[in-house]
Nanobody, 118 residues
């Protein structure tokens, strides 16, 4: 079965850390651009990290706190989130695109909930 699956979400305190995983089944992530996105209730979807080959990008809003990386052996892309803030609360998704409005993703994961609260 060809799919992406996120995991690693949960409840974290402000200032805490979480590492999200995006595991591919049925295809190799190595050949794909992978983006992490999030969507909070009532808000638009927002891109928070992108990896293309060995190049990575994170927007200013999470720069210095979020890091994206790839493990080709495990066929997994990670999103390391440090110094979490309540405004990071959202459902986080990975997808085989970094610009879904320009280049629609072939695959999206089902999402994992991240809640940052005392």
């Amino acid at each position: 079965q060809v799919q992406l699956a996120e995991s690693g979400g949960g409840l974290a305190q402000p200032g805490g850390s979480l590492r999200l995983s995006c595991v591919a089944s049925g295809f190799s992530l190595e050949a794909y651009t992978i983006g992490w996105f999030r969507q909070a209730p009532g808000k638009e979807r927002e891109g928070v990290a992108c990896i293309t080959g060995r190049e990575t990008y994170v927007p200013y809003s999470v720069k210095g706190r979020f890091t994206i990386s790839r493990d080709s052996v495990k066929n997994t892309v990670y999103l390391q989130m440090n110094n979490l803030k309540p405004e990071d609360t959202a459902v986080y998704y990975c997808a085989t695109t970094c610009r879904p409005t320009v280049s629609p993703a072939k695959y999206w994961g089902q999402g994992t909930q991240v809640t940052v609260s005392q």
